[in-house]
Every structure is written in C-alpha cells, then in structure tokens.
C-alpha cells in the first residue's frame, strides 16, 4: 500500500461479534436495499413536484423540538448572544427565510429542497421515537442502523453553523488561489449561490457522513430526571483541547433525543445492536459541554432544567475555522520544503484562526475573520 502504510502489515487487534449479520457499510450510498432504498427513492421524487410556497424552512425540525416541551407549541431557549432566557414557539425556532432555496438548472429559483427535507425530518422523527422508547436493543432492524446513521448525518452537517464554517474556508480557498476556487458568498446577482452549494456538498456527503456513523457502538444514556438539554446544532462531537476531533477519531458523537435520553455513538464495541446505560454525572457533564460549546447561539431545555440554564456565561467562543501548516500530509508522508500542507480543523474560538507558515506560500484572507456574521 502506498503512503504511510507502506512499511507495515495489517493485523488483527481485537474481534467483536457483529450483531447486524452484516456489514455495516453502504459504500457512501451506492449498495442500498430495504428501507434504505425507498428512502432514496422518495427523496428524488420530490425533485419532480411542483415548487412549495414555503420560505420559513427549519434547519432543525420542530418535531425534534417537541420532545422539550411541555405543550408541544413551545420550549424553553437560551439565546448565547443577548443571554436572554424565553419561552419560543416551536414554529419559530431553528428557522430562517429561505435558507434552502436554491436555483434549479433552469436559473429559477425554488423551494423543491425544502420538500426532500419533509422525508428527511420524518425518518429523523422515526428514529428519534424509537430510540426514545427503546428497552429491547435487539428489535432493532438494520434499516433502523441505517436510519440512525442518516439522520444524524444530514442533521449534523444542515445547520446554519455548517454553512458558516464552510464559508470561512472557502473564503481562505479564494484567497490563496482566485483562478481555481469560486466564491460560495452570495451578491445581488446570485443571491440563494450559498445556499445551493451547502445543500449540493449535504447531499452528496449524506451516505459517506451515515458510514462513518454506523460503524460505531450504538449507546443510549438515560436520565430518569429529564437533566439533557439541546442546542441549535444538536449533533456533537465534543471538543478536546479546544479542537473538534476529526469525525472518525473522536471518542463520541452525541445526538440528544429527549431531556430523558442521548444517542451517543463511540468506539466501544461490544458486540451489541445497542447498549442502554443510566447516564452517571460524568456523561451529564459531557453531554452538558458539548451542548454549551457546541451550539452555535441557541440552547434549548425542558421546563425543569429552564433555571439551570447558564444565563450569566458569555460565551465568547463558538465553532470556528482553524488553519495551521504542517511539515507532513495527514497520512504522514514528509512534504520536502519549501512546500508545507495546510490543515483546516474547527476550533473553539472567538474569532477563525490562521496560523500558516511564512514561507511566502499563502495570502492573507482577513474576510475570513468576521466573528459578527451568525449563519
């Protein structure tokens, strides 16, 4: 094998009995049956209806939300930036106008996206009640395996945080190299350009994201007190160090589906479809951080744990985009001088960081650095 490998032999570590009889793999979408199928079937059908007069679209479904409220029409948020604590409908949170419309092939402008996000929410929904009400792990059907991994995929990567820090890097891109990287900031003569390259680079990756989560050991953290909180970018994977470890190495990935239960995928294999654990203070804290530092400006809480929320923190750091140089590539390989390979990671932050060498290879990108933009 080429690359870092080249010099080494595979071998065996540790053996797990597989619970799904299978592998748990769809090849980024490209070996799909069952309910995995129909799946993708009914999402391409919606490219063919007619266009939806919808421009309120939810980056994070309101059924989602429900499960933290009391009256199923509003829920308790925390808003990071004014530190105000509110009573919000529903209807009103996680929304902003027109943020997945898109200009079709034709140059017209629609909201077709918006309907394929329908058949994504309402998978997400079944999902999320399985998971909420699950006591006997092995009911579970790979197709639920394969649900759980979509859902979580295309909620982590459609929130308007995602679509910031894609910003922050592409302006980098342009900067360094104008005549190969287009601009995905939107202007008077394209104003839905960002839109449409987030919900293209979403779509494309949703099958590839759902492989990297299906791989992993399904646990389900319960809390008989109702003590999980959520957050406007409700999958987390939690920082170390002030940095978001890379997807595939980070020891867990967090989905809170109810103030009494969290999705929390990790590297433990056990050789079980699922393993139900009563959270202890440790994966409480966990879960709490992760939802602080991982929000990108709204928490949301049940009516117990509104006087819990944090009103006095600041909150002077979010997600932001980290470029650094290294000497080697990520699988190691020496990069001889004066070349250098750049590496873009997210950091918890107040503002983007660039810490590039000064070899003469790189230009400055300070449009990179607006900490004021929120999606």
Not at 169 to 182: G, I, K, T
Not at 327 to 346: F, I, L, M, Q, S
């Amino acid at each position: 094998m080429p690359g870092a490998f080249a010099d080494r032999e595979w071998r065996v570590v540790s053996r797990t009995r597989n619970p799904w009889g299978r592998v748990p793999l769809t090849d980024g979408g490209r070996h799909l049956e069952g309910d995995a199928q129909q799946y993708m079937l009914r999402l391409a059908a919606q490219r063919e209806l007619p266009d939806t007069p919808s421009r309120r679209h939810h980056f994070v479904p309101r059924s989602y939300l429900r499960e933290w409220s009391s009256d199923g029409k509003r829920v308790w948020m925390l808003d990071t930036a004014d530190h105000a604590v509110r009573l919000v409908g529903i209807a009103d949170a996680c929304v902003q106008e027109n943020f997945h419309r898109v200009v079709g092939p034709g140059g017209v402008p629609h909201n077709r996206v918006e309907l394929m996000f329908g058949v994504v929410d309402a998978e997400l929904r079944r999902v999320q009640r399985l998971f909420n009400t699950l006591d006997d792990p092995e009911e579970l059907r790979f197709d639920d395996l394969l649900g759980l991994g979509v859902s979580m995929a295309m909620q982590r990567m459609r929130t308007p945080q995602t679509r910031r820090l894609q910003r922050q890097y592409n302006r980098w891109l342009v900067a360094q190299d104008p005549e190969h990287f287009a601009s995905i900031d939107n202007d008077p003569d394209a104003p839905h350009r960002e839109a449409g390259f987030h919900t293209r680079s979403l779509f494309e990756a949703m099958w590839g994201a759902a492989d990297v989560f299906i791989t992993r050991q399904i646990e389900v953290w319960t809390d008989p007190a109702g003590r999980f909180w959520t957050c406007d970018a409700p999958v987390l994977v939690p920082f170390e160090r002030s940095e978001r470890p890379d997807l595939q190495l980070a020891p867990y990935i967090l989905w809170p589906i109810s103030p009494y239960r969290v999705v929390a995928l990790t590297h433990d294999l056990v050789g079980e479809k699922a393993v139900i654990k009563v959270a202890d203070g440790k994966m409480l804290g966990l879960v709490r951080d992760a939802v602080e530092e991982g929000r990108e400006r709204m928490i949301f809480a049940s009516d117990t744990q509104r006087s819990r929320l944090p009103v006095a923190k600041l909150f002077r750091r979010r997600a932001q985009s980290v470029l650094t140089c290294a000497d080697h590539t990520p699988e190691g390989d020496p990069v001889p001088p004066p070349g250098c390979c750049v590496k873009w990671a997210v950091g918890l932050r107040a503002e983007p960081g660039v810490h590039l060498c000064e070899q003469g290879l790189h230009r400055d990108a300070p449009r990179c650095a607006n900490w004021s933009e929120t999606g």
